[in-house]
């Protein structure tokens, strides 16, 4: 099977499968407070993560490109959806158009269509410092994300096998590359341990890419003749991971994603520790099935939303988030009070 034609096999099967929403959400809980002395207007969603300024915390997370036709006029929806919206918004895997030019166009069309938006490159762990300034000249891109996803790789039939050395490689890309590096992964979470050694390289920006929404070891199996079913749960809740890495380091900013679908998820994710809320599957499903209009009022609903329930706590800011108290139930406590995480620091912290 063609790359190309693997590109459309993920989409039809990620639109098929739907979109799940990780039910860990449901542990965290705000706390109600009667008076919380402020206005819808003094709310700011602006926020800026590490050495990035985003004018929202929602962005549209890395997904196509280099399949052709079908995959070119995704991109360019979502661009154009992304610039009307202010969203940021990552390409997916440009290794396609790397080792194909003609597949150059499906990838560039986004800077194109949004000539002064906030757009990021996406290559895998296997690409090179030179590849990766490929991919970022290819769409003059803002920050380039470097995707890990060894589950997906081994469900996948003509997977890769050999996972070595991706630490060193990301260690070079990020001393060699001129914007900020971002490591994702694609919906199977990212433990502590994950984000210490990417830390201990030089990288500040993490995506934890969370178990719970889009779920590629379902989507390989369907592409396989016999299943590795052991896969299909496999991974780190969404909240547990963004708590878990959010956990190792102040220099080390997090961004959620994972089944993020609804406003209240995506303020719980940022009082959790993410800086930003990345969104791929859901945002797929309503531009295939709705078209453009529909994905451009839902961002704009989920940002009302969010200043809604904002205001509801009190919460100037994406910073006053953080300081809220919150409790953690079920088995997110469970989880991270056997990881040596004291919950309590959140369910006591003050604002
Ligand atoms: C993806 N994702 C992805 N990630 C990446 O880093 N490079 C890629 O090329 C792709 N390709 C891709 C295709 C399709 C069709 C989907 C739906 C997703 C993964 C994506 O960025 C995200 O990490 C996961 O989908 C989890 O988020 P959601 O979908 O649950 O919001």
Known sequence: MSRSERKW????????NGQERSSTFDDIKFIHHSLPNISVLDVRLDHSIGELYLSSPIFINAMTGGGGE???????????VAKETGIAMAVGSQMAALKDKTQKYTYDVVRKENPSGFLIANLGSEASPDQAKAAIELIEANAIQIHLNVIQELTMPEGDRDFTGALRRIESIV?????PVIVKEVGF??????????????VTLVDVGGFGGTNFAEIENRRREKSLSFFTNWGIPTPISIIEASSVSKDISIIGSGGFSNAIDMVKGLAIGADAIG?????????????IDSLKAEIESLHEEM???MTALGARTISDLKRLPIVISGETYHWLNQRGIDTKSYSQRSF
Do not use: C, P
């Open 307 to 309: 200043t809604m329930i």
């Open 279 to 291: 969104v791929a599957g859901k945002f797929l499903q309503i531009l295939v099935d709705k078209g």
């Open 70 to 80: 079908k995959t070119y006029r995704i991109n360019k929806e979502l661009a154009m």
């Open 9 to 16: 096999d993920h989409i039809r099967f990620a639109l098929k």
């Open 189 to 202: 979470g990212m433990s502590m341990e994950t984000v210490k050694s990417l830390g201990s390289v030089g």
């Open 175 to 179: 001393n060699e590359v001129k914007v």
